[in-house]
């Protein structure tokens, strides 16, 4: 942040990344990171860490920058990387910094209420929030970390999470509409199954 409004030029390298990345102009996307050369797929996933402490980044615009400049492929491969690495150093800030820490991150109700939905759904909690890109991938990733969840636990229930969210990627990686449309119907499906899970879940417990 200081670096951005005391540096010209860092100032104008961000202006200009938002500028592209949110253009929707494909060609000038993809011109734009395979000028990094091969920093390029690593800049992705720096971005991808970024992103959890600079909100206004979207998780799922990386990765359709990465798609659409890389290919369905390589795109969704360095995207499913981003991923994971995003998530395990988010997991290690929770478990190591504490709670006072991530409370000021998220909030206090975010806190609470995803602390909430990890201590009673464990990892379907985080399987379910990886599976929708547009759910709070990050917070799942701090708080998750935070409770003490087995970290094998969780980075397994990250990997079948966000391995459909990939492969969507991957099917859709076309063009910025179908990619969009795409991750539109994925997350609206993962809400309806996360949604028939809780139902089940709490009809299961009333039974019992």
């Known amino acids: 942040m200081v670096c951005y409004f005391t540096i010209p030029s860092v100032n104008h390298f961000f202006k200009d990344a938002w500028s592209v990345l949110t253009s929707d102009d494909e060609a000038r996307i993809k011109a734009w990171v395979e000028g990094f050369g091969w920093f390029g797929p690593i800049s992705l996933v720096l971005a991808m860490v970024m992103q959890m402490f600079l909100l206004v980044i979207p998780t799922t615009l990386i990765m359709i920058v990465a798609v ?24 290690f800030i929770g478990r190591f910094v504490g709670s006072r820490f991530i409370t000021r991150l998220l909030g206090e109700k975010t ?20 599976l929708n890109p547009f759910l709070s991938n990050d917070a799942i990733s701090f708080v998750a970390g935070m409770v003490q969840m ?49 139902w089940w879940d709490k009809k299961k417990k009333k039974a019992s």
């Open 68 to 91: 659409l400049a890389y290919g369905p492929v390589w795109g969704s491969v360095i995207s499913f990387f981003a991923v994971l690495t995003a998530a395990t150093v988010g997991y």
């Open 111 to 130: 806190e609470k209420n995803v602390s909430s939905f990890v201590q009673d759904y464990g990892f379907w909690a985080v399987g379910i929030t990886r």
């Open 150 to 198: 087995q970290y094998w636990k969780f980075i397994l229930a990250t990997l079948l999470g966000i391995a459909p969210v990939v492969l969507l990627l991957a099917l859709t990686g076309s063009n910025t509409d179908s990619l969009k449309s795409g991750l539109l119907w994925g997350s609206l499906a993962s809400m309806v199954i996360f949604g028939v899970y809780i």
